[in-house]
């Protein structure tokens, strides 16, 4: 495709919409935050600017290392879970798949393109004093009371790898797609077991698309907000909700702004390692 | 050993795992469907079939207003979002230029910036700036999540665009907008009309955002399901739900059913 060089008022004129509406509405309250992370609040939520790190600092306070310890914690295993669920899927879908394959792909999408509200909601329910969950337990015997599974970190976690799932699918789905079977055929005939055959061929070729679900799963729950306040209750606290606390609840928008800004750093700072590695065109292909 | 297609992994295993995860996939929502049609007040303990949840559904004044405001919030954010992105897209599309690495890092990273982040900044700059919270707010900020979906799909068309269509009708002397309208635009509509159907579906599911930009009394419908899931859970928010699922299957199988028919 041939491309124009250089700028054009045609050019200005396709661009700068985006610009300004992204720059007024996307990038200046991002400044302003990074800005507010620097203040002191005061007690009436008022910030002075006092260009201290000692926000940042806050972070290292036991009360918040635990949050954030928590909180990466429960992302890496989500990430984990996904991962461990979402490869086999992925891999039926790309080789067992045949003319049902954009069928399953949709199946997969259904339940992702629903309300991430109802998804959690689900979970409450099912995990609830009464609910599903318990009573199969009690039913096969497991347990006799009912158990406390809601407003636990597991419950947590079960309705991130629930919600999160398809992040991870569709760009593992998408290196799959583009394995060429005839590697597969050589390394067999050249005497390679099934696994063998999978951990050195398959595998590796499906690393990029293994990276970018990480990254898609491990990012939104890293600071997920809804499914810990729904699920997780005031004793499953996490970043999210801590950044939610202090806007909202504690009015100390100076450490709940230093807060975002880490969490904000942290997520741009791995897409642009994944951009330099793995290109944004592999991006759009998702 | 079977050389079939594939990567090496056995079959049954794969069935077998593939079936647990479409499981894991639909069965929250199979129980939920199945309990909005309880006749008693619980979403837990069956007690026999009854339509009263969505007799409830349609009469909860409060749940209507809500879907409203979704749907007003969605529409403008849609309409805007759409001719603002496909404009960016075809900027960067078709024109290499200085600042464009910064252009497409800043599409990017908008699509990945955690939500809870741009909703902070966002209540952060409109309170500073002194703008009144309110269904304005909601809609400016949903336009700038967007954008940037729309820009990234509508993209994707034009890349995959024969370009000489546009120079043929340059040639026959149409001039630079009855080109655009004539010739690109039905091209690449696939593209816009799937951008615009995703950023309708972003704005009427986006709750964090919504969140800390929405005012008082400018509630939409997932603000009002979050406030009714903490008030206490009722099979009314399971009929809910489930009028939500059904609507937005429709909307995607109608949708990518649209789509596959133009491709060809």
Sequence with gaps: MDERKGWSWRLAGLLSPAAF????????????????????????????????????????????????????AIAGLTTLFCFALGYPLAYFITFKGGRWKLALLLMVMIPFWTSLLVRA?????????????????????????????????????????????????????????????????????????????????????????????????FIPSAGEFVIPDLLGGSRTVMTGNLIQQQFLNARDWAFGSALAVMLGVLMLGAILLYIRKVGTDKLEGV | MAKGKGGGLPDKAL???????????????????FFSFNAERSTQVWSGFSMRWYGELIRDQSILDAFYNSLIVGVSATLVSTIIGTFAAMGLARHRFRGKTAADSTIYAAT?????????????????????????????????????????????????????????????????????????????????????????????????????????????????????????????????????????????????RILAGRKE
């Design chain 2, 15 to 33: 069935f077998a795992l593939a079936g647990f995860v479409y499981l894991f996939l639909y069965a929250p929502i199979a129980v939920l469907i």
């Design chain 1, 21 to 72: 509406w992204l720059g007024i509405f996307f990038m200046l309250p991002l400044m302003l935050i990074l800005v507010y992370s620097f203040g002191r609040s005061g007690v009436y939520g008022d910030i002075t600017i006092t260009f201290d790190p000692s926000n940042y600092l806050r972070v290292f306070d036991p009360l918040y290392l635990e949050i954030i310890g928590r909180s990466l």
């Design chain 2, 112 to 256: 990945v910036m955690p939500e809870i982040v741009v909703g902070v900044s966002l209540l952060a700059f409109f309170v500073t700036v002194q703008f009144q919270l309110g269904l304005t707010t909601i809609i400016i900020a949903h336009v700038a999540f967007c954008i940037s979906f729309v820009t990234i799909v509508v993209r994707a068309r034009l890349a995959g665009m024969d370009r000489s269509v546009e120079e043929a009708a340059a040639y026959l002397g149409a001039n630079p907008a009855t080109t655009f309208l004539r010739v690109t635009l039905p091209i690449i509509l696939p593209g816009v009309m799937a951008g615009g159907l995703l950023a309708f579906t972003l704005s009427f599911d986006d709750f964090v955002i919504t969140f800390f930009t929405a005012g008082v009394g400018s509630s939409t419908l997932p603000l009002k399901i979050y406030s009714m899931i903490k008030f206490g859970v009722s099979p009314i928010i399971n009929a809910l739900s489930t009028v939500i699922l059904v609507v937005t299957v429709i909307l995607i199988v109608g949708g990518s």
């Design chain 1, 121 to 217: 909601y689900a979970w409450v329910v099912i995990l609830g004093g009464n609910g599903i969950a318990n009573r199969s337990l009690q039913f096969l015997g497991i347990t006799s009371e009912p158990l406390n599974l809601i407003f636990t970190p597991q419950a947590v976690m079960m309705g991130m790898v629930y919600s999160y799932l398809p992040f991870m699918i569709l760009p593992l789905y998408a290196s799959l797609e583009k394995f060429d079977s005839r590697l597969k055929e050589a390394a067999q005939d050249l005497g390679a077991s099934r696994w063998h055959t999978f951990w050195k061929v398959t595998f590796p070729l499906s690393l990029p698309g293994v990276i970018a679900g990480s990254i898609l799963v």
